[in-house]
């Protein structure tokens, strides 16, 4: 038995964990569910030996054990697969040298490979599993859920005891998660203890017998699954109340701006409808590995159209890549701020500029006084606190960062921005600022989409509100007659749940 | 229906993939064997051979440093290094051939650990601290031979008369002489090589080095010191790099001013050629044995067929986009 007891972590200001526990029986599939931000992948990373330093004890079998980092977590039989499964593959070996990777470095291998007993032992784990993968294949030859099994595959090898499993099922299709859940299954009766953590509640009451629920890192209760349903899990993940309030200005609505049929593509995006009206806000509600990072990209032109199109204010069109979006007249304003959204070393001057620097150019020279001229009116016009235009990026606060990437379209003739959680990782009073800067937009005639996985915050900002699951909108909603409930209900695949019943 | 075609054309892609480079190789020998009468005998055929042994030897040493997803630029200058070294011990100190050729594999090795030692402490990229190391080796070098070759009976500088000390016999056996009328060097060559494929292929060490190229933090997490391996690869690299040197001014019979420069990009061209041999798609000696091969074969036989010499890089650089099309293009897939 796997004991977690009082473990708290604090990160720089923040406190992740907050006294939680957590039992896992052996030969049990525990689900950890929570809405985002509530300390799952915190709680198993510390398990994994991800992060050394926390409070509170860890025992198995009532022995105490430490953990600080991940080689003595696999020592005590705890594997962890992370979601992003290449961070753990070397792409460019066999499967068979990557599940027996231990077996090679532990050396128990003499110096000479012994690559007959390597491969008779890897096709022996892999037929276990009931797993048709050639062992010679090469990893970067696999598919993600192929690349899951070869992890599964070495956890076995290596005997562990304890599986976490990080949100395995978000990149899988509905086949290769039944081929999931059917392993796990057969683990679970060789005695092997499977941590599952889900933000698909129908999938967890598929497969798991107990759950534990974490809210903004704190301990809620572990529950059998039979007491439970979905309607009772979700009302434990959340409870809370909302804390922030939202400046609504009222603006009309008029005529369809963007128009999206049957739009698929890369990241998983399948036939996808939604529609954004000139003055309106569009709420993208979903959780994280739900598609909306991937259909906002998608519109945005980066990755691969396989199907559908976007009409502009009438006019169709495909965008083959993120040049082609902004010359139609959308924006987008990225999730991953730092990686995607500005230039950290560079100044606010140039980053304020950049999408629209040919207009302040004669004869593709710069012309430095216009560009001085631009930014000092978009940073007082966006309120960017900033001493100079000059500033580097990198010494702003994070609210300031995200303020900069949203105004570098304000000097651009876009028609349709799409934020993607734009409120991420930025403090409270930025946030409000945010949002002012989007009430502007559609009092201009604008519209926006407005992607996020923070629904308290959707449901106060946006006038309807799409949900997306698996890539799918499953559900269409007018703001004002929803809930917090209902969309993470929709937004947890409780509304294919509902048909299948 | 449609579905069938697209099979068809993936299936081709495949081999073109695994065999593309075989494939190119035996048209090649086919070509010139059919358009020139004297391509495929004995003697052209180890002509061929000896022709590629230096940069051969150079090309796996800096195969082994791409195994850990390094770049030892300064190969060839360490190459270079070594036979002024061997040159100067036995033309200028008058030693015998034991010193001339134990020193330069030291110095190969020491300079592989400098090597190591700023990427893994100073953490500079591979490839910059190569290419520092590669001007720096270069300046010594020159500054170590004072500026001019060193060769037997060379005048020496300050009035000192003629340099009494010679290449010595056994050495120049190293670059020049027959073991069973086949060439010393390619025997080198092929002993480097076959012993270089079996360490990455057979040994767990090569494994290490492999993992820790392919993915350095799952490599980590197994449980393999990363430092330490990333050190032995670069040893090694330099290591073969010398003995590389040894041939090359074993061959002269001289130590010539920046003698291993100009191998530099034609090893490095053999290296990525052999990624795409068999379509293994990393870095291997084998591989790298069939790249250099593969421009050998070329440039003997364009010089035999008298296309102009100075128009042979055009050839290397075609052969080198083919291969890396077919290594690169399907890691995009």
């Known amino acids: 038995m796997l004991k977690m007891k009082s473990i708290t972590k604090t990160f720089p200001g923040v406190k992740a964990l907050d006294n939680v526990d957590f039992e896992v029986e052996l030969g049990e599939i525990h689900a950890l569910i929570g809405a985002n931000g509530a300390g799952k992948s915190t709680l198993m990373k510390i398990l994994a030996g991800a992060y050394g330093g926390y409070e509170g004890d860890i025992f198995i079998d009532d022995n105490k054990i430490t953990m600080n980092n991940p080689i003595e977590a696999k020592h005590n039989g705890i594997v962890i697969v992370y979601q992003e499964v290449d961070t753990a593959l070397v792409p460019h070996l066999t499967v068979a040298e990557n599940i027996m990777m231990d077996y090679i470095v532990d050396g128990k291998n003499d110096v000479f490979m012994n690559w007959k007993y390597i491969r008779k032992q890897a096709k022996q784990e892999l037929d276990a599993l009931d797993l048709d993968i050639n062992v010679n294949c090469l990893v970067s030859d696999l598919t993600l859920s192929e690349k899951q099994m070869v992890l599964i595959g070495r956890a076995v090898f290596h005997k562990a005891k304890y599986l976490i499993l990080d949100e395995p099922t978000a990149p899988l299709s509905i086949e290769e998660t039944e081929k999931l859940f059917e392993i796990v299954r057969k683990l679970k009766n060789d005695g092997m203890s499977v941590i599952f953590i889900s933000h698909r509640l129908d999938e967890v009451f598929k497969i798991c017998e107990k759950i534990t629920v974490l809210k903004d890192g704190k301990y809620v209760g572990t529950f059998a699954t039979k007491e439970m349903t979905i309607d009772k899990s979700v009302e434990k993940m959340l409870g809370r109340k909302l804390e922030n309030s939202y400046p609504k200005i009222k603006v009309d609505i008029n005529e369809t701006l963007l128009e999206v049929k049957d739009f698929s593509g890369t990241g998983g995006v399948n036939n996808v409808n939604l529609n954004v009206r000139s003055g309106e806000i569009v709420g993208l509600a979903g959780l994280v590995g739900g598609g909306k990072t991937e259909l906002c990209k998608l519109l945005f032109g980066e990755g691969n159209i396989l199907q559908g199109e976007i009409k502009l204010k009438g006019k169709g069109f495909k965008p083959k890549t993120p040049a082609d979006a902004v010359q139609m007249g959308l924006a987008l304003v990225p999730e991953e701020r730092r990686k995607e959204g500005i230039l950290v070393n560079e100044s606010v001057e140039t980053n304020l500029t950049l999408p629209t620097l040919d207009k302040y150019c004669k004869r593709s020279f710069m012309q430095k006084g216009k560009i001085k001229k631009a930014s000092v009116e978009s940073i007082d016009k966006v309120g960017i606190k900033t001493p100079s235009e000059k500033q580097l990026i990198a010494n702003l606060s994070g609210g300031n960062q995200q303020k900069v990437a949203i105004g570098k379209w304000f000097l651009s003739d876009a028609e349709v921005f799409i934020f993607d959680e734009p409120t991420k990782g930025v403090d409270v009073g930025s946030k409000a600022e945010i949002y002012e800067l989007i009430g502007e937009l559609v009092a201009q005639g604008k519209g926006i989409i407005y992607a996020s996985c923070e629904f308290n915050e959707i449901l106060g900002l946006t006038d309807r509100v799409y949900v997306m699951y698996n890539g799918t909108v499953v559900k269409e909603l007018i703001s004002e007659e929803t809930t917090e409930e209902e969309l993470l209900y929709y937004s947890a695949g409780g509304a294919l749940n509902e048909k299948q019943n | ?333």
């Open chain 2, 1 to 333: 229906m449609k579905n069938k075609t697209k099979k068809k054309q993936f299936d081709l892609f495949k081999i073109l993939y695994k065999y593309g480079t075989i494939m190119v190789i035996i048209a090649a020998i086919l070509f010139f064997a059919i358009a020139l009468d004297n391509f495929f005998n004995f003697n052209n055929i180890t002509n061929i051979f000896r022709s590629v042994s230096i940069v051969a030897l150079i090309a796996l040493a800096i195969t082994i440093s791409l195994t850990i997803d390094g770049f030892d630029l300064s190969a060839a200058t360490i190459a270079g290094f070594s036979s002024v070294i061997a040159a100067k011990f036995m033309v200028v100190w008058e030693l015998g051939p034991v010193p001339a050729i134990i020193i330069p594999l030291v110095v190969g090795v020491l300079i592989g650990c400098i090597n190591a030692f700023l990427i893994i402490k100073m953490n500079i990229p591979d490839m910059l601290t190569t290419l520092s190391m590669m001007f720096l080796l270069t300046g010594v070098s020159i500054t170590f031979q004072q500026g001019s070759a060193i060769y037997n009976f060379m005048p020496l500088p300050n009035n000192g008369g003629i340099a009494s000390g010679t290449m010595h016999e056994a050495f120049l056996y190293l670059g020049q002489g027959e073991l069973f009328g086949i060439p010393v060097p390619v025997i080198i060559m092929l002993s480097v090589a076959t012993l270089a494929h079996i360490f990455l292929n057979h040994t767990k060490y090569g494994r290490y080095l492999y993992m820790i190229g392919g993915n350095q933090e799952a490599a980590k997490l197994s449980g393999i010191s990363i430092n330490k391996y990333k050190l032995i690869a670069y040893m090694i690299s330099g290591l073969i790099a010398a003995i590389g040197g040894l041939v090359l001014g074993a061959r002269l019979g001289s130590g010539e001013v920046d003698a291993g420069g100009p191998y530099l990009m034609d090893a490095v061209a053999a290296s990525f050629i052999g990624f795409s041999i068999f379509g293994i798609g990393k870095p291997n000696a084998f591989g790298t044995l069939l790249g250099a091969l593969l421009m050998g074969i070329l440039l003997n036989g364009l010089v035999m067929m008298n296309f102009p010499y100075y128009s042979q890089d055009i050839v290397k650089g075609f052969v080198l986009i083919v291969a890396l099309s077919l290594t690169y293009y399907k890691q995009m897939r």
